[in-house]
């Protein structure tokens, strides 16, 4: 019988690792974007050497529209995947409500909204999985990152709390905390400040979204059918 996930953020650093590694495992994908329709495109011409079934959706998140947009286009889903995400880098009190209000949509409102809409379908197939990436500042938060990690660490509170509620319902939720990747996200980083960021982690590196993108693909396995309500770190030794 096919499976199908939904990734969120397919055409992003982690999303586009997930969606190849999942892929590779036999996966039917709802591959959802935003903005780079470039990405998404090169993404589907790599796809398709797998003859599965791919469905590209565009939406922003951060608007119901947006939301219904996606929500309509699934029909089948045995896991849902959250990728999305934006950073913001900054002093809290220089914090715009505009911004606060964005990541909140994004990262909280959105995941919520959509799991729950399609929590009915999950549950039909009784060994279903719901997969927030959040972040290492969820766990621990961030100087200068104040409403970024508070948003990341809602996520891992609605992890927590939404697997007690549907595990005897055969649905598994969990999340993965990254800690530094190598993505979009650090384009604004300068090569020193990367630099001293590495030489803050134990491994002394930063990850690479295909080390993100096993995890997501481990959690999405039946090697996972008693893990739920955990968030796994991903940060190589950084917080532990």
Same mark, same amino acid.
């Given at each position: 019988? #096919?499976?199908?996930?939904?990734?969120?953020?397919?055409?992003?650093?982690?999303?586009?690792?997930?969606?190849?590694?999942?892929? #590779?495992?036999?996966?039917?994908?709802? &591959? +959802?974007? +935003? $903005?780079?329709?470039?990405?998404? =495109?090169?993404?589907?011409?790599? &796809?398709?050497?797998?003859?599965?079934?791919?469905?590209?959706?565009?939406?922003?998140?951060?608007?119901?529209? !947006?939301?219904?947009?996606?929500? =309509?286009?699934?029909?089948?889903?045995?896991?849902?995947?959250?990728?999305? %995400?934006?950073? *913001?880098?900054?002093?809290?009190?220089?914090?715009?409500?505009?911004?606060?209000?964005?990541?909140? &949509?994004? *990262?909280?409102?959105?995941?919520?909204?959509?799991?729950? #809409?399609?929590?009915?379908?999950?549950?039909?197939? +009784?060994?279903?999985?719901?997969?927030?990436?959040?972040?290492?500042?969820?766990?621990? %938060?961030?100087?200068? =990152?104040?409403?970024?990690?508070?948003?990341? !660490?809602? $996520?891992?509170?609605?992890? #927590?709390?939404?697997?007690?509620? @549907?595990?005897?319902?055969?649905?598994?939720?969990?999340?993965?905390?990254? %800690?530094?990747?190598?993505?979009?996200?650090?384009?604004?980083?300068?090569? $020193?400040?990367? /630099?001293?960021? $590495?030489?803050?982690?134990?491994?002394?590196?930063?990850?690479?979204?295909?080390?993100?993108?096993?995890?997501?693909?481990?959690?999405?396995?039946?090697?996972?059918?008693? /893990?739920? !309500?955990? @968030?796994?770190?991903?940060?190589? !030794?950084?917080?532990?």
């Amino acid at each position: 019988m #096919k499976k199908f996930a939904l990734i969120t953020g397919a055409s992003g650093g982690i999303g586009r690792a997930a969606a190849v590694n999942l892929a #590779k495992k036999g996966w039917n994908l709802y &591959l +959802h974007y +935003h $903005q780079n329709k470039t990405e998404m =495109e090169n993404l589907l011409r790599e &796809l398709n050497a797998y003859n599965l079934d791919l469905i590209p959706i565009c939406a922003d998140l951060t608007t119901k529209a !947006g939301i219904q947009v996606l929500l =309509e286009s699934i029909f089948q889903i045995d896991a849902v995947c959250y990728i999305s %995400g934006t950073s *913001h880098y900054g002093l809290f009190e220089e914090t715009s409500e505009e911004i606060m209000d964005e990541l909140y &949509l994004l *990262h909280v409102k959105a995941p919520m909204v959509i799991v729950q #809409k399609l929590m009915p379908k999950l549950m039909r197939n +009784h060994s279903s999985r719901v997969l927030l990436v959040s972040s290492i500042w969820g766990q621990t %938060g961030a100087s200068c =990152e104040v409403a970024y990690s508070a948003a990341k !660490g809602a $996520q891992i509170s609605f992890v #927590k709390a939404l697997s007690k509620e @549907v595990a005897r319902n055969g649905v598994l939720v969990n999340a993965i905390a990254p %800690g530094s990747v190598r993505t979009a996200m650090l384009d604004s980083f300068t090569e $020193q400040e990367l /630099i001293d960021l $590495q030489e803050d982690i134990p491994l002394g590196r930063l990850a690479d979204p295909s080390e993100i993108a096993g995890a997501i693909t481990f959690l999405l396995s039946d090697d996972s059918s008693y /893990i739920t !309500g955990q @968030v796994i770190g991903v940060n190589g !030794g950084w917080y532990t």
